[in-house]
């Protein structure tokens, strides 16, 4: 597995008096963690400090485990999940409290990067310039642009483009989405809230990953164009870039624990 370079940074944006983003970076490069909160201020804040906290930890000890990526990050998920259904018990004032999460490993057992997600925080792949959105986001919207009901023009405007299908903190999660993710030399990653893809399109994103001259200052950019454009929400960005001498293949669908094709 090729060993990246990384930043991140979070930003409350312009109009927001709270910041419920969350992020972590792992120092050793092997993980990437971004995390949107909701359910008003104490709330949002206290579900996405949990679910970084909770997935980091989970990580972390069970890393060299003889486990797959796979099942490493769907029990990462399910335990914040745990986590802040907890929390929700013993603080009442929290109960509708959620967050949303998306991971990017780095496993050196593994051939290539495995992402997961819950919610509608992305993961980006920049390769030869071309920006791939890798995740697909759980919300209404989403499902109904897949099922023709809208169009993505539709949707950048619509009242329910931020009404989630899914989200840590719920009890009725039972399915995350588990995926490899394809990279090859040159290959930028972008972990990022939606703060940040609601002001700025697709292109003006690949814009900055591709001019950037390193991580950190693709993060900078890609958090000051946002604000520029409106900053109405809180805005969190990971930028993971990838050097090496091989494109990695990816392998064939695995089923996760519950069953489902990953």
């Given at each position: 597995m ?17 910041n419920?983003?969350?992020?972590y ?6 993980f990437?963690?971004v ?19 909770v ?5 972390q ?29 013993q603080?009442?004032?929290r ?6 999460a ?16 819950v ?33 993505p023009?539709?949707?950048r405007?619509?009242p329910?483009?931020?009404?989630l299908?899914?989200?840590?903190g ?18 930028r ?7 940040l893809t ?16 390193d ?17 109405r929400?809180?805005?969190t960005?990971?930028v ?23």
């Amino acid at each position: 597995m090729m060993k990246p370079s990384f930043s991140g940074s979070t930003d409350p944006g312009l109009l927001r008096a709270s910041n419920q983003d969350d992020y972590y970076l792992d120092p050793e490069g092997r993980f990437f963690i971004v995390a949107d909160g909701m359910g008003g201020h104490a709330g949002g804040q206290e579900a996405s400090r949990l679910a970084t906290e909770v997935i980091s930890r989970h990580l972390q000890r069970s890393w060299d485990e003889a486990v797959s990526t796979a099942d490493l990050l769907h029990q990462a998920l399910l335990a914040a999940n745990r986590a802040i259904l907890r929390d929700q018990l013993q603080y009442p004032e929290r109960a509708d409290m959620g967050t949303t999460a998306v991971i990017l490993t780095c496993r050196d057992q593994d051939d290539h990067p495995w992402c997961a997600h819950v919610g509608d925080s992305r993961l980006y792949r920049l390769h030869h310039a071309q920006l791939i959105q890798v995740t697909e986001d759980h919300t209404w919207i989403a499902r109904a642009i897949r099922e023709g009901e809208l169009t993505p023009a539709q949707s950048r405007y619509h009242p329910w483009r931020h009404v989630l299908s899914q989200c840590l903190g719920r009890e009725d999660l039972y399915h995350v989405k588990v995926q490899p993710v394809a990279v090859a030399p040159g290959d930028r990653f972008l972990l990022c809230s939606d703060g940040l893809t609601e002001e700025l399109a697709d292109a003006t994103l690949a814009e900055h990953l591709t001019t950037a001259k390193d991580c950190q200052t693709a993060v900078e950019r890609l958090i000051e164009a946002a604000k520029h454009h409106g900053g109405r929400d809180n805005i969190t960005t990971v930028v993971v870039a990838f050097q090496g001498d091989s494109e990695a293949s990816l392998p064939a669908p695995q089923p996760d624990a519950a069953g489902n094709n990953t």
